[in-house]
């Protein structure tokens, strides 16, 4: 069992960066593989980024990497999304997601997303 709770979104003009943060809540955290996924208007749900749940690796969409950065801090419970370098098409609800794998089917657990807006 895991709660999840989206912070940090906002407007924002492009080139600039946002950190968003994904508080954890559940015994299961840390057991969890930890992802953000994003979803724009009239677009289907994507993959953003994500740490596996046994290795930690970190990976990424080809469209933010480079630009952005994921993160745990696990004595807290916490995930990041450090954003920079943002473009309009970054415009999205940003998900943060934690389950069995980092493929959409393998999250279990959803928060309700935060909006991120990218002016141009």
């Known amino acids: 069992q895991v709660q999840l709770v989206e912070s940090g979104g906002g407007l924002v003009q492009a080139g600039g960066s946002l950190r968003l943060s994904c508080a954890a809540s559940?015994?299961?955290?840390?057991?969890?593989?930890m992802g953000w996924f994003r979803q724009a208007p009239g677009k289907e749900r994507e993959f953003v980024g994500g740490i596996s749940k046994n290795t930690g690796n970190t990976y990424y969409a080809d469209s933010v990497r480079g630009r952005f950065t994921i993160s745990k801090d696990n004595a807290k419970t916490m995930v990041y999304l450090q954003m920079n370098s943002l473009k309009p098409e970054d415009t999205a609800v940003y998900y943060c997601a934690a389950g069995r794998s980092l493929d959409e089917n393998g999250m279990d657990y959803w928060g309700k997303g935060t909006l991120v807006t990218v002016s141009s």
């Open positions: 559940g015994s299961a955290y840390s057991r969890q593989a």
